[in-house]
C-alpha cells in the first residue's frame, strides 16, 4: 500500500473534526494567503505556507478553484510557488475550504 495514500483517510477525519469544531463556536473568517508548496490533485489538498506556518487545504468535492482573472483553474495547474487565496478562520494546520483563487501563477511571471 502507498504510504501517502494510508494518511488520506486520517488527513480527512482531522479536517472533518476540525471543521465540527469551528462550527460549534463564533468563527471570524478572513480571506489568507498563501504560497502553494504542493498540490496532490488527486487526493484533492493543497499545501501552502503562509508565512506563519503551513496549511494543508483540503478541498471540498465541489470547491471553486479560479484564478485571479476570475476563469477556473484545476488543481493540476497550480504549481509550487503561486500565490492563493481561501477564506478561513484560521491560516495554520487542517483547514477545509470551498473556494480558492489563485492570485499570481509562477508560469506567468517567468
Sequence with gaps: MNGGRAR????LA?????????D????HA??????????????GALLVDTG??????????DTVMR???GVAVGLEDLTAGDVV???????HGIVVVEEV?????????A
Design 101 to 109: 483563487t489563485r492570485l499570481k501563477s509562477l508560469a506567468t511571471v
Design 85 to 91: 487565496e481561501w477564506l478561513a478562520d484560521r491560516d
Design 24 to 27: 460549534d463556536g463564533a468563527t
Design 52 to 61: 506563519r506556518g503551513f496549511t494543508l487545504l483540503v478541498l471540498v468535492s
Design 30 to 43: 478572513r480571506r489568507r494567503t498563501g504560497y502553494v508548496v504542493s498540490a496532490t490533485p488527486e487526493d
Design 8 to 11: 488520506v483517510p486520517l488527513i
Design 67 to 69: 484564478g485571479g482573472d
Design 14 to 22: 482531522l479536517a472533518v473534526l476540525r471543521r465540527s469544531e469551528a
